[in-house]
């Protein structure tokens, strides 16, 4: 219902009217976004009690939400889905910063292939993301060229404590507006 009412506001139509579409992998889109208005995307995230909406106009758009437990060990995971610079950069973390760094990479892959709209018929392992160097941002490399939107841009959300989030969207030109 929160999702709707959102997304009627930028559509300028009754939460009501929102209908629904769903592509092949399963990434839903507005189907009627109103008359007069540029296209709305959206995409949804939920970790625990929480969710995370993403609205774009005009843009693909991707969000994750991940609560990082107390006793994960990364390592395992990292070293089964995740690209080479990837898996290197958390490996030469301290031991008390891996989980950290994996939550980071972990949210912004997850964010990109919500925004490429494949979900994870795409591998993990066939991408990565690289960190601008204060790690407020990141950029996609693709193993798989022809299977991954090479435009997309990831912007990680600054959160209280154990929380990870990110949004990918296609392009150089947006910026990321929060709003409580």
Known sequence: GVLRHLLARYCDIAPAAIEFQYAPAGKPSIAKPGSGTAPVTFNLAHSHDRALPGVALNRAIGVDLELAPDDFD???IARQFFFGTELTAIEAEAPDSRREAF?????????????????LSLALDSFGVAF???????RVRSVARAALDQALVVQMLALEARWHGAVAASGEEWTLRVAS
């Not at 939550?103 to 979900?119: I, T």
């Not at 601008?132 to 990141?138: F, H, L, W």
């Open 74 to 76: 990364p390592l395992p």
């Open 103 to 119: 939550f980071r990479h972990w949210v912004a892959k997850e964010a990109v292939l919500k925004a490429n709209g494949s979900g």
């Open 132 to 138: 601008t160097s204060d790690g407020s941002a990141a």
